[in-house]
């Protein structure tokens, strides 16, 4: 048999990529955001999908789709960030869908709940469905310093702690640790203000 029957570590059997797929089209065609450049991302990220079928795992070069959640506290009006390791800047949770990922609020919930250590995180939902706040698009090296940049088209969602929350930090961490809304640390770039400026409206 030849991988695309069998299926690849990356990627799954064609029956778990062809279902998250079809979910990822169906999330991004029902979701309409209020701001022209976020129209236009998430139109981008549609066509993406319609001329890549494997869009969504690592191994589609040049771009795929990531998914990723802001871990919020809202009762203590805060936000859970990660020091990436690659990267050097605080950023949320989030990373590359996996064959097991049912979903693309399953992959942000999973990335959500494996770095913050916090068992018990909620997506924020619109009549019960998982939705997303904010599409960000970004040049990062993934696949190596030592190879070309490639593109995260990121989806990304709002993950709710239970009040009091405990993080425990990961492998993939260089410091994980807790902001209040108004005080997010330098090392943090407009993108990830402004997914917290949503999550904090939003949960409010």
Same mark, same amino acid.
């Given at each position: 048999?030849?991988a ?30 209020a ?13 993406h ?12 070069l040049?771009? @795929? ?5 802001? %871990?919020?506290?809202p ?9 990436h390791?690659? %990267? ?7 990373g @590359? ?7 693309l ?23 019960? %469905?998982? %939705? ?19 593109? @995260?088209?990121d989806?990304?969602?709002?993950a709710?702690?239970?009040?009091g ?12 640790r807790?902001?209040d ?5 330098e ?18």
């Open positions: 048999m030849t695309t029957e069998t299926g690849t570590p990356e990627t799954g059997t064609p029956e778990t990529a062809g279902a998250l797929h079809a979910d990822a089209v169906r999330a991004l065609g029902d979701w309409r955001p701001e022209p450049e976020q129209e236009r991302l998430r139109l981008d990220y549609l066509r999908l319609a001329d890549q079928p494997d869009g969504l795992y690592r191994s589609c040049p771009a @795929h789709i990531t998914a990723s959640a802001a %871990v919020v506290d009762v203590a009006g805060r936000v859970l960030l990660t020091l390791p690659k %990267v050097g800047r605080w950023l949320q949770m989030g @590359h869908c996996e064959p097991g990922d049912r979903d609020a399953s992959a942000a919930l999973r990335e959500a709940t494996e770095e913050s250590g916090i068992p018990d995180l909620a997506l924020l939902t619109r009549d019960g %469905v998982p %939705v997303p706040v904010k599409l960000d698009r970004h040049q990062v090296r993934c696949t190596g310093k030592d190879r070309p940049e490639n593109t @995260h088209l989806v990304q969602y709002i709710v702690a239970p009040p929350a405990r993080e425990l930090i990961s492998e993939e961490s260089l410091d994980l807790w902001f809304f108004d005080g997010l640390p090392l943090t770039d407009q993108s990830v203000r402004d997914l917290v400026a949503r999550a904090r409206a939003l949960t409010g």
